[in-house]
């Protein structure tokens, strides 16, 4: 078998076996949820969708507390308030999220502080996350 294909077989192989599912547990990415910075990152860039209204509140309900979920459906009904008074069209703005800062006063809770740059400003938002039936949700908002 000529030297290129032995090597095309080879990747091959190594492809499937990397399709193939391994059992629970050795897996590492079933069992370690994705790091903090990258989740935090996601979160906000999602609080700010859903106060730009393109994005539905809905679907974050499930990583905030009850109080939070409120606050956030109380500001962006101000927000799209204001848009409509100025008539301002909605559009979908990419954040650029420049840094996370996490730190944890105790087990089981990080607090978060996160600058984001979109087209127009740059904003802060820190957040703090309580470890729940182990998943995260956001116990405390607060946009800048």
């Given at each position: 078998m000529p030297e290129a294909a032995r090597r095309r077989e080879a990747e091959r192989r190594a492809q499937q076996n990397a399709r193939t599912p391994q059992p629970f547990g050795t897996n590492p990415s079933a069992e370690s949820p994705p790091p903090l910075e990258v989740l935090v990152g996601t979160m906000v860039?999602?609080?700010?969708?859903?106060?730009?209204?393109?994005?539905?509140?809905?679907?974050?309900?499930?990583?905030?507390?009850?109080?939070?979920?409120r606050h956030l459906l109380t500001r962006t009904s101000l927000a799209t308030r204001a848009r409509s008074a100025r008539r301002v069209q909605v559009y979908r703005?990419?954040?650029?999220?420049?840094?996370?800062?996490?730190?944890?006063?105790r087990d089981g809770v990080i607090e978060a502080t996160v600058v984001?740059?979109?087209?127009?400003?740059?904003?802060?938002?820190?957040?703090?996350?309580?470890s729940l039936e182990r998943r995260w949700?956001?116990?405390a908002l607060s946009l800048l």
């Open positions: 860039r999602g609080i700010l969708e859903v106060v730009a209204g393109v994005r539905d509140p809905e679907q974050l309900a499930r990583w905030m507390s009850e109080e939070v979920y703005v990419m954040h650029e999220i420049r840094s996370v800062r996490l730190s944890s006063p984001v740059s979109g087209r127009m400003r740059t904003r802060a938002v820190a957040l703090r996350l309580e949700r956001i116990t």
